[in-house]
């Protein structure tokens, strides 16, 4: 079965190094594409989804703006299962800051760079390694500031109310983004951040092996012809 893997704002697949998919499952990696300049989330989440071979069976995982576009692209498509980490599948979920930052239009006076700044700063107090944290800093510093000015915005007004199907939720106990009071995960994990793939990763593959095994397809059984 395959496995669309949708990483977190500005980042790439090095955010998934450390996941082990079980035997049966293929994993993709959807790269971001240049969004409008006032596309709304769900229309971009959907031009995302062109690279999902749907005539196969396929499950979704997506990390903090990843796990948004995977409830979006699951509300349309038909995954197996969609499973989201460090993120939020309504918009009700989403910290009050958020909505004063739309209220304020904090985004027009503060720049990108003033993000890449903190998000950096953060690794200082994170348990990544520091090969995983070299990553996150070229992932930052390379990640184009005008997508993540829009993906920013566009979470802002994001607005949903509605769950997918089979969803399952990961999400750490310390997540400074998403604060784990405002969500409602089927999986929690002690002491994890946001970036629980690199930060947690035994523990989130042994919460994702578990889920997929529900998952997997039987084999078709090959009926003999006379």
């Given amino acids: 079965m395959n496995v669309y893997f949708i990483p977190g704002i500005g980042a790439d697949k090095r955010l998934f190094k450390h996941i082990l998919l079980p035997e049966g499952f293929l994993p993709h990696y959807l790269e971001w594409i240049s969004p409008g300049k006032r596309e709304p989330l769900p229309a971009y989440a959907m031009r ?5 071979d749907q005539h196969q069976p396929f499950v979704l995982i997506g990390l903090s703006l990843g796990g948004i576009m995977a409830v979006e692209i699951a509300k349309r498509l038909s995954p197996a299962c969609t499973i989201i980490i460090g993120s939020a599948p309504l918009s009700s979920q989403l910290p009050i800051y ?3 930052a739309r209220k304020i239009n904090l985004l027009r006076v503060v720049p990108a760079v ?5 998000a950096s700063l953060k690794r200082l107090f994170t348990r990544e390694s520091l090969t995983d944290k070299r990553d996150l800093l070229q992932m930052i510093w390379k990640g ?3 997508f993540i000015a829009w993906g920013m915005q566009a979470v802002l007004y994001w607005q949903n109310q509605e769950m997918p199907g089979n969803f399952y939720h990961l999400h750490g106990t310390r997540d400074e983004v998403f604060p784990v009071r405002l969500v409602r995960p089927t999986h929690t994990i002690k002491g994890g951040s946001h970036m629980l793939c690199l930060s947690h990763p035994h523990e989130v593959n042994a919460i994702l092996q578990s889920i997929l095994a529900i998952h997997l397809l039987p084999p078709v059984a090959m009926i003999p012809t006379a």
Avoid: M, V
Wanted: glycine share 6%; proline share 0%.
């Fill in 48 to 52: 995302l989804a062109a690279g999902i």
């Fill in 114 to 118: 003033f993000f890449k700044c903190t």
């Fill in 144 to 146: 184009d500031a005008s």
């Fill in 98 to 100: 958020y909505r004063l």
